[in-house]
């Protein structure tokens, strides 16, 4: 009888133990860990060669209480070639009670596959590059920065997002061997995509 009495008390005394745990952590900022990953195109200027170029990034963000993200991503975004983006990425939601938030991607991207050589006399990648047929070009990234606003939509064990935002994007064109000669490029598109935040 002792002893059952003595678990009664002990089980009792945990559950108070518990209880008074998360009655001190309620009202402070929820300190966790999200990883958000998302697709879609950066649409613009009709008559280029790559019209829709397809982007898809994953960041890792610091959450605080559900209204801040701070972190930093990379991914892969086709442009003709394959470019990576490593930025730092911050996200906030202004209002308590909607669903929406703004953000902010601002970094550099490096050219996956730098070299190649130039066969299609219609082929261009960001505007008018001047370019001999079979020349060689190098191709290197450059600064990006992508801001925008999104929709967030809470379940049960992930969120679902659907942003729009503004995406300018440099990279460098180095054409030829013998006497080089490098180009500036620089787009501005409209970044459409769906993500899911784990």
């Known amino acids: 009888m002792k002893k059952i009495a003595i678990l009664i008390l002990c089980i009792v005394s945990i559950q108070n133990i518990v209880l008074a745990q998360n009655s001190a952590t309620e009202g402070k900022p929820n300190e966790t860990f999200t990883i958000a990953f998302e697709s879609g195109l950066m649409l613009g200027h009709s008559e280029s060669y790559y019209p829709a170029y397809f982007s898809s990034n994953i960041s890792f963000l610091k959450n605080f209480n559900d ?17 990576i983006p490593f930025y730092a990425d911050l996200r906030v939601s202004p209002f308590e009670s ?92 409209l970044a459409i995509r769906v993500g899911f935040w784990f």
Request: aromatic share 14%.
């Open 98 to 189: 909607k669903p929406f938030f703004i953000y902010n991607k601002i970094g550099w991207t490096i050219c996956a596959n730098k070299n190649y050589t130039d066969g299609n006399e219609d082929n261009y990648y960001y505007g008018n590059m001047p370019h001999a047929l079979n020349e060689n070009i190098n191709t290197s990234g450059g600064f990006m920065n992508e801001m925008g606003v999104g929709i967030l939509l809470k379940n049960a064990t992930y969120k679902t997002s659907i942003s729009i935002g503004y995406r300018h994007q440099k990279t460098n064109d180095k054409v030829g061997d013998k006497n080089p000669k490098t180009y500036e490029n620089s787009f501005n598109r």
């Open 67 to 83: 209204r801040i993200w701070i972190g930093g991503g990379t991914g892969a975004e086709v442009i003709g070639k394959t470019f």
